[in-house]
Nanobody, 123 residues
Framework: QVQLVESGGGLVQAGGSLRLSCAASGRTFSNYGVAWFRQAPGKERELVTA????????YYADSVKGRFTISRDHTKNTLNLQMNGLKPEDTAVYYC????????????????WGQGTQVTVSS
């Protein structure tokens, strides 16, 4: 099993940047398909970005393409999300997630979740 802990959320003005990190303990992140989800109040949890176990394939939601970047730091066993050009509609709780196979869209298919970190973008 793997335990996930996110950090790096906060309050930022529109156009600003934040970097989220997800630290994994228990097993190495490279064994898992990984993803970042977000959930805004009153909305369903949505897949923001994901990366396959091999790292060969990456997915970005259209709403964040060109602004967000997912990356793994194998030396620190962390998953990162660099968010640039933030917009008020990016406001949500962000979760990192992992599964024993490559990433898929439904959040219900993920085995491991972090506790979530709040990102708030003011206009």
């Amino acid at each position: 099993q793997v335990q996930l802990v996110e950090s790096g959320g906060g309050l930022v003005q529109a156009g600003g940047s934040l970097r989220l990190s997800c630290a994994a303990s228990g097993r190495t992140f490279s064994n898992y398909g990984v993803a970042w989800f977000r959930q805004a109040p009153g909305k369903e949890r949505e897949l923001v970005t994901a990366r396959s176990r091999s790292g060969a394939r990456t997915y970005y939601a259209d709403s964040v393409k060109g602004r967000f970047t997912i990356s793994r730091d194998h030396t620190k066993n962390t998953l990162n999300l660099q968010m640039n050009g933030l917009k008020p509609e990016d406001t949500a709780v962000y979760y990192c997630a992992a599964r024993d196979s490559d990433p898929v869209f439904p959040s219900s298919e993920y085995d491991y979740w972090g506790q979530g970190t709040q990102v708030t973008v003011s206009s």
